[in-house]
Structure formats: C-alpha cells, structure tokens
C-alpha cells in the first residue's frame, strides 16, 4: 500500500500544472492534499506549513469568479451546479443510517473523486477524506445560500457518524492517536461554526452531540499529551459556548450530561489555552441560570477563578473576571465567599489593566461588590479603587467610562468615598460624561453627582468645575435621570448656608476671575432670598455678572443672562413688576368729565375746550396744584392753551383725572405715556405702561427701553430688563445687541438694588 507521503507529489503536480487543470482536479488534488496533511506533520516538520500555503492559495482561486464565469471555462470543466450535486452525493452517503461496527458499513463509506462521483470501499480511511470534503467545503462556500443551507442541514449527521465511529473502540483500530484526535476537533469545529447560528443549535443538540463532546473533555485522562489532544479540548469547548450561547435550554442540557465537572478541571489544566477556553465555557453556561451557576461553585471552582485573575495573560484573567461577575450575577450570596476567596484585590489590579474587556468585567464586579454594604465599600477604597475607576471616566470607550461611572455610583455613598472621589478628580469627567448621548453613561454619571453633592465639602468643587450650568443646561435622555438631576440641585440649594456659603464668598472674592464668575453664577441660581444683597451688591456679584455680560464670549453672556433671570424671577414673584403707586384720592365721577356747568377753568387744545374743575385736578397732580396755587399765569386764568397734545390724549387724561379709569388704546399709549409723565400722574403711568409692554418684541425691545428712560417709566423699564435676559438666544443675533448691553447695564444694575432693598425693607 502507497503511503501518504508517495501521494504528495503527484496531487502537487496536478495544482502546479500548465495549463491549469480543471476544477474537478484541482477540487480531487486539494482535498486529498488536506487530509494527508495529519500524517505529513507527523514526519516532517516544514512540509505542513508550506502545503498548508499551498492548499489555501488553490482553494482561493477554485473560490474565485473565474469558475462562474462561462468564457473561462472548457468543456471538462464542471459547473458549479454540477459541483454542487457532487457535493450532495458525499453527504447524502454519510447520512445513512449508522451501522453498529464500521466493517458492516462497507456499502456505505465513501472517498472523493469529483469526476467520477462517489467510490465505496470497506475502510474507515476511506470515511475520512468524504468528512474532509465536506469540511473544506463547509469552510469556503457557507457565504453561498443555496450551498451554505445544504451543506448545513447534512453537516450535522455526517459529524455524528464519525463521532460514533471514534467512539467505539473497534473502529478506530489501525490508526494513531494523533490521526484520531484530529478528526475528533475537526467534528468539533464543525459544530462550532454550525453554532453560530441559533437555528442550528437546537439541531445540533437533537442529533446526539452534547454526550460526544462531553466525552471529549475528558479525553486527556486516558491519552499521552500532545498538541492535538489540546486542540481537542479547545475546541470541545468553543462548541460548548457557542451552543449554550443565549439558549438556555441548551445549558440545562449540559449540566445534565455532567458538562460542568469536567470544564471545571480543566481551568486548572497546564494550558493557558485550554483554561481560557473551559472559562469561556462557563462563563456563557452560568449568565442567567441559577442550577448552572450553583454547580459550579460546588465544584470549588472559585479559587481557582480567583489565581487566574492575577496572570499576565490577559485573556486568562478576562474569561475568569467574567465568569466570576456571571457566577454573581447568578448566585448573589457568593459575594462574600468570593471575598473570603481572595478575589477583591485581583479585581481592583485588574482596572488598571491593559486589556479592555477585562477593565469593563472588573468595573461591573466592583460595582456588585460594593452592595454587601458600607464595610466592603471603604475597603475597596481602601485597597486603591478609586483612582483607577476615576481615570476610566475619561476612557475613550464609552461602554467603559459607563461602568466606571456607575461603580463611583455606589462607592458614593459613603461619605469617606465622597471626599476620596473628589480629591482624585472625579467631578470634572463625571460633569463632561453629562454630555453623553447614552443614557447608560448619562445616568450613572448622574447619579454618582447626586451622591458627591450630599456632601458639603464638595459643594464648592462642583461649582468651581462648572457643575451647575452643566446640571442646568444639559438635555437628559430619561425621566429616571431628570428626577436625579433635579434632587442634586436640590440638594446644592439646601447647602447654600453657614460654612459653604462663607467659602462660595470667599472664592468670589479672591479666586480667581473665572472661579469668580461660576460662583457668582451658581449663586444667583441657588442662594437664599435673604442672602442677596450681601452676596450681589456688598460682595460685588452684580458686577461679576454685568462683566460676563459684556463679554465676548457668547457662552458668557448666555449663562450671565440666565443667572440674572432667574435671580430676578425669584424676587419678583414677591413683588410684581408693575406695583403701582398708592393712592388715597376719591374720584369726581363721569359726569364731571367736560361739565360746563360745574366748571371754574377752561383748557383750549387743537381748538377745542375742555371744561374742568380746579379742586379736582389740584388734587390729581402735583403739577396742576403748582399751576393754580403758585403765582404763575394760569392761576387766575380761565382759558388756558395747551399747546402740542393731541385732543384725544388730553381729554383721556382728563377722563381719568376724574373716573380713575379709562381704556388705553396702543396707538396713543405712548402720547399718553408721555402727558401722564409730564403732569406726574404716576397710576396713570402705570396703567400706560402695562399697555405697552403687552407688546414687547425682539424688534422692539430696544426702542421700548429708550422710551421707557425718556419718560421715566420704571415698570416698563423692569418689564424690558426681564425681557432682555430672557430672551438672549434670539436677542444675541441682533447686530445691535451689544449697544443694547451697554445701554441697559445700568439699569439691571439698579434694578437688582431696589429690588433687594425692597425685600430688606419687607423683611425688617
């Protein structure tokens, strides 16, 4: 009989032949080459290598277009349709019934040959190389629907035939270890490509496969060491997690063939390998089942878990942090066993670790760890977590500053915690994480805030960082975290008193000018009514924010405009805008308005009389009682001019000289304006300017100011202050804009002071 090594040259000739050989002989050469590889790499060490390359590049260009393309093809050259029917004539053999011994299944193995289809013999070698093809196959045509769904459904039978076979000490006589062991991880291979798609899961499953690869983890207990019993177990193992993965049925069909054991000796094999991939196993086997999970703790796996945390390997100490955080997840209660384990200082060396995936599994730890209560919280601290989940906050993987902001979550709640965050930076990248578009990293970033404010001592450092205008002006994606920015706003005004408030003044003083100005902000949103005037007129926080907004920087100016509305919304919720003057005068009544018959004066405007009464309008105005009482002309006069006024606004203030009351039309609200100042009719200024300002506008904002410092009028004045720092957003385009400032600076400046002095005055 011709030994593997006699073949090798002949289907190597046929790859490297000119002109290129058909598809069907290059297919024939290839797989044949593939299945000679295990006995090649027993005699000669370089040879597999270079073959390997070899077989790869054919298969490539047997993969090419070239073949599907009708001009390149010759008339031995078969189409992929007939390569397909080939194809089915391999698997449909080994999809027969299996015989109870390979040597009653003569009829029924088979070898490949493209051209001349299936050829049966007797022997088990004759099996393998059809197993072979149809993992070649498998390998390269599974993007192609029609072939990949095909290949798929018979796939799995075929691995469950040669499985038995290899199973059953008969059969496999004549051949090595070795050869065996590669057909046995080939047969796992295959079902762990098959298991990446969850409909192929349950097939797998069906056919028989959990017992066989059961039996496989336990392989090495009867067999000599060698690189393919590793493969084996490897990938036993990889076909165990990617059939258990999210399908929890399969799980409980593990544990019940007696899986779980096994995997748990091997995480103390000598392979790093083969413990990474028995972890990964339980790892997917233990998330979300209780039994699974329970198993594996009674397998005294968890100190085992816990020595392979501190390898440098970094995928070792993934798969175990993993599993572990999974076991929690699963079984809460072994918290503490895994404390009295050793396991919390491996984890907190595992945050600063090079490995990604291993950082977010030990965060996500951390944070389940800190719920067995205040003691293991200050003994994480303790231990140096703290820094190294702080510097995550700035990792550029967004899923890993997420779990670091929820583990500082729960470490703040501890007062010591509170202060350590702070005094290792946390607050400044806790506030920029306010600004993320995931909710996962919002709200954590959120809640951890919440938890740094209960405690005044850092008050004045989230202040300093910009905290407030950031909790103020960010967009919040869920209600959850609306509600926990609103309670650390909350929490921040309560502490506006005592000791932080003499600090947030101290800094407002003598910090420096930014500071300064952020306190000042922060004030204006959060201090007391009573605090006001020491802290915005006798500290100088007026001007603090009058600076900003005069600034060039249109940040500045918007968070000066808003400081400066809300400061001055909260003051006049007491005392309204338009707080007419008191007065104690009792009116004539309608039918004195242009009565001759009563009449002791005569006022002639455009033309026309108007007859009044001397005693009535003595008693309205100042100026009139100056008119008649005084030694000027008028005061014995009975027909007086009064030259340009306009009729109808003379005689409505006349009207409301003597009713008190009258209907300000918009057209004439500003003439009127203008007569009521002149003659010191202050309610009927009020009344005027009420009407005007009920049409207030970006466009007109800045007029309505000057009319309101040419006439005096204060109410209108405070109506276009308020307006102007309210509507900043859309006032700020305006090219005019920073005339308007200047021009309006000092009247915010005195609104601000008679407003405090009104409430000083109310409150003594």
Sequence with gaps: ??????????????????????????????????????????????????????????????????????????????????????????????????????????????????????????????????????????????????????LNCHAVPVIMRLLFYLRDENSGQGFSDTFKYDVQRGCALVLTLLSFQPKYQRLIVDAGALPHLVDLLRVHKAGVMSQALLGILKTTAGAITYLAYENSNIKTLVRNEGGIPPLVELLEFNDSKVQ??????????????????????????????????????????????????????????????????????????????????????????????????????????????????VDMLTSSDEQLSGMSAFALGRLAQDPDNQADITYNGGIEPLLNLLGSKSYFVQHNAAFTLYGLAVNEDNVADIIKAGGLQKLLDGHFNTIPTKKCVAITLKKLEDKMHGQVLKHLMNLMR????????????????????????????????????????????????????????????????????????????????????????????????????????????????????????????ESDAQDIEIPNIKWDVFELMMRFIYTGTIDVNLDIAEDLLSLADQYLLDNLKSLCEHAISQDISVDNVSLMYEMSEAFNATSLRNVCILFFLEQFDKLSVKPWYSRLVCRIAPGIRKFFSDLFEKYDSADS
Aim: one cysteine or more; aromatic letters at 8%.
């Design 276 to 389: 990474v991939a028995a972890a990964g196993a339980l790892r997917i086997l233990a998330f979300r089942n209780y039994d699974n999970a329970n198993q594996i703790v009674d397998c005294n796996a968890l100190p085992t878990l816990v020595l392979m945390l501190a390898p440098d390997d970094p995928t070792i100490h993934y798969e175990a942090v993993g599993l572990i955080r999974n076991l929690v997840h699963s079984l809460p209660n072994i918290k503490e066993a895994l404390l009295e384990a050793g396991a919390l200082q491996p984890v907190i060396w595992l945050l600063s670790s090079s490995c990604l995936k291993s950082q977010r599994e030990a965060t996500l730890l951390l944070g389940q760890f800190v719920e067995l209560g205040r003691a293991t919280k200050v003994q994480i601290a303790e231990r140096g977590a703290v820094r190294p989940l």
């Design 1 to 150: 009989m011709d030994s593997p090594l006699d073949k090798i040259p002949q289907h190597v000739l046929v790859l490297n032949s000119a002109p290129s050989p058909s598809l069907s002989d290059r297919a024939a050469a290839t797989t044949a080459l593939y299945v000679l590889n295990g006995a090649i790499a027993r005699e000669d060490q370089d040879s597999p290598r270079v073959l390997l390359d070899k077989i790869l590049q054919h298969l490539r260009i047997i993969n090419s277009d070239q073949y599907c393309n009708t001009e390149t093809q010759t008339k031995d050259s078969p189409r992929p349709r007939d390569l397909l029917d080939k194809i089915l004539q391999h698997v449909l053999i080994l999809d027969s019934a299996p015989p109870p011994s390979l040597s009653s299944r003569a009829a029924a193995t088979t070898t490949f040959d493209v051209r001349n289809g299936p050829r049966r013999d007797g022997t088990l070698s004759t099996l393998v190389p059809s197993f072979y093809f149809v993992c070649v196959m498998f390998s390269f045509y599974c993007h192609v629907a029609e072939l990949a769904d095909i």
């Design 510 to 633: 003598f910090a420096d000018k930014g500071v300064q100005r952020l306190v000042a902000i922060a004030l204006a949103h959060l201090c007391s009514p009573n605090d006001r005037k020491t802290i915005f007129i006798v500290n100088n926080g007026l001007e603090l924010l009058l600076d900003l907004l005069e600034s060039a920087n249109l940040k500045h100016k918007s968070d000066a405009s808003t400081a400066l509305y809300k400061l001055a919304t909260k003051a006049t919720r007491v005392y309204c805008v338009f707080h007419a003057p008191p007065s104690f005068k009792l009116y004539s009544g309608e039918q004195y308005v242009n009565n001759p018959n009563v009449s002791d004066v005569t006022f002639l405007v455009e033309g026309k009389r108007f007859y009044a009464h001397r005693g009535s309008l003595k008693a309205s105005s100042d100026v009139f009682r100056a008119m008649f009482d005084q030694c000027y002309m």
